[in-house]
């Protein structure tokens, strides 16, 4: 068993929410807990709106939970997510020195990987135009481009592995194989089955906030399908 790096034990984060809801807050996390080991890659499964982007803010330190408790290791979190925003009017260059500066990156470091970055988005010449002028799919492949060269000690993936079209999918999946592999510790958010079952070792299913079962990837995944089809596992 590796070294526990973050530990987290009846975590909480509630938002500012409408008034019809009790006491005027939203309980996005209510009852989760796990526990991270070095090397692990622990995949997380649930719903939409089931709380899985909050807890990967929560762990990054980004949220500081209203209830329960986080235990992190000297170590560094990097969330890893297509939602950082970019400047409309600012060149595919541009916005990718302000993203790495956002990401963690030093300025000298994130210069020093502008070829990289433009050679695997594949933009070419647009590299240098204003992202104003670009496709979904575009903006996709250049956050992507920049947020791979991240290399922190715990790296959270929120939903990027399902970016650009097919073919990119694909290279974009090989990259973090890659990371992956080199021993990272990883914790990989994703509704994509396949996806975590090749990528993870262990996976936890939250609904609603709350932690329903972390185990091994056969016994969660088995777990949340009779859940999704109740009658069908009936019949």
Known sequence: MGEVLVELENVG???SAQRRLAGGRFWAL???SLTLRRGERLGVIG???AGKSTLLRAIAGILVPDRGTIRRAPVSCQLLSLSLGFVPHLSGRDNAVLSGLMLGLRR????ARLPAIREF???GDFFEQPIAAYSAGMVMRLSFSVAIQVEPDVLLI???LAVGDTEFQQKSGAAMHAR?????????VSHDEQQISALCDRVLWIEHGRSVLESDRD???AAYHRDMHPVENAA
């Open 30 to 32: 209510e009852d989760v």
């Open 219 to 221: 016994t969660v995944f």
């Open 158 to 160: 929120d939903e990027v």
């Open 180 to 188: 992956m592999g080199e021993g990272h510790t990883v914790v990989l």
């Open 13 to 15: 984060v509630a938002f």
């Open 47 to 49: 719903r939409n709106g």
């Open 108 to 111: 000298r470091d994130i210069i």
């Open 121 to 123: 988005s594949e933009l």
